[in-house]
Every structure is written in C-alpha cells, then in structure tokens.
C-alpha cells in the first residue's frame, strides 16, 4: 500500500506579492496547517528590539534582527513544523527564507537540525510584477516596509537578484498577478508534476 507523506509548502517571494493569502489558499485546498513567521514570532521579535534600543519596525537594516533574532523566528515556525509532521499534518510556511536561498543545501540541513520526520517538499515561487508590488506595499501601509519604499530600487533590484535553487523539493511557481488567485491552477500544476516524475530521492530522515 502506498504512503502517503504530509506535504511542507514554503511560500516565498518578495514582501507584498501576496505570499499570506496564497499561503492560506494553499493551507485550505491542501488541508494543512498554516505557519506565519510574523504571527508565531513578533510579539517577542519586537520586545527584543525594544530591549535592544532598536526600532521594532527596522528589520532589513538592522544588523542585531538579523543576526540574533531571525534565527530564533526560523527555528521556531521549523520546530512548530516538525510537531505538525509528527501528527501527519501537512504545513503551509508563509516565510520569506530569503537570506538562505544562497545554500542549496539548505532543506537537507533543517531537515536533520529539526528532526523532520519524512515529507514531501515544494517551494511556491509567488510572482507578482514590480509596479503591482510597489502598489500592494503602499496599499496596505505597514511600518515594516517604509525602508523597502523609500529605497525601492535597492530593494526590487535585491529581489530579482535573490532567487531560490534548493534542492530536494519540487519547485512551482503561483501567478498572483489576477485581482482573485485562483488556487485550482497551482493544485492541478502540482497534480500533473508528481504524475510525471518520481518521488524526490533523499527527503528522508533516518
């Protein structure tokens, strides 16, 4: 009898392409838990900030967030992850992940680090053009993402630059460019990629 295996999504692409509502479409047609890094880490993200002089809503230059404190995030919603797998709940991470895209190993390390239990990988490439973007991130108005607007060109230019080549996952892109993402699409994509390749060799953990 064959095994079915919980899935993990890790839905990434630049803030304000649309990674959460495409997280939680995925979440709801797959039946899997959703992870929001944001959610799950900001209460003590912000008073680790606080405590360290810094401004709670200054991440993408602030070298003690970076260094200190989005290592905590990750190993966190990575920890809350392994306890969904070892219940047989698929997950949905809404995480940017950007600064570990460069490591192609990277999957395989968290892997082992966090005691993943076997799992079907796949990394949701959210795309969205740049002026939609810019649009979205204005929209919505967040402290976090006054640094990203009022260097836009820096920011865009390091996103297109920073892209995602883990191994061991299956890699699908979401075209969120429709005023309604229609989820249907990606699931039907992901149908027919597993239909036409085999199972990704190495995901287990012994």
């Known amino acids: 009898m064959t095994t079915i295996l919980p899935r993990v ?8 392409s649309g990674k959460s509502s495409v997280s939680r479409l995925i979440a709801r047609q797959f039946g899997a838990a959703y992870i929001d890094k944001d959610t799950a880490t900001i209460r003590f993200t912000e008073l680790l900030l606080k405590l360290n002089n810094s401004d709670p809503n200054e991440r ?4 003690f967030y970076q260094t200190t404190i989005m290592p905590l995030e990750y190993a966190s919603i990575l920890d809350l992850t392994r306890d969904n797998l070892m219940a047989g709940n698929s997950v949905v991470l809404d995480a940017p992940f950007g600064k570990y895209f460069p490591d192609e190993d ?17 990394v949701v490439h959210v795309k969205l053009a740049g002026e939609a973007l810019r649009a979205r991130l204005i929209a919505r108005g967040y402290p976090r993402d006054e640094w ?37 699409v ?7 990629d597993e239909a036409r390749s085999l199972p990704v060799q190495g995901q287990g953990v012994s």
């Open 9 to 16: 999504f890790f839905v990434i692409g630049p803030a304000g």
């Open 186 to 192: 990606f699931a039907a994509a992901l149908a027919a």
């Open 148 to 184: 990203k607007l009022a260097n836009w060109e820096t920011f865009w230019s390091g996103a297109q630059a920073n892209s995602c080549h883990w191994s061991g996952a299956r890699h699908l892109e979401f075209d969120n460019s429709a005023a309604a993402a229609d989820v249907t």
């Open 106 to 122: 990277y999957l395989a390390k968290i892997r082992v680090r966090h005691d993943w239990p076997e799992a079907e990988l796949v």
């Open 60 to 63: 993408d230059n602030n070298e």
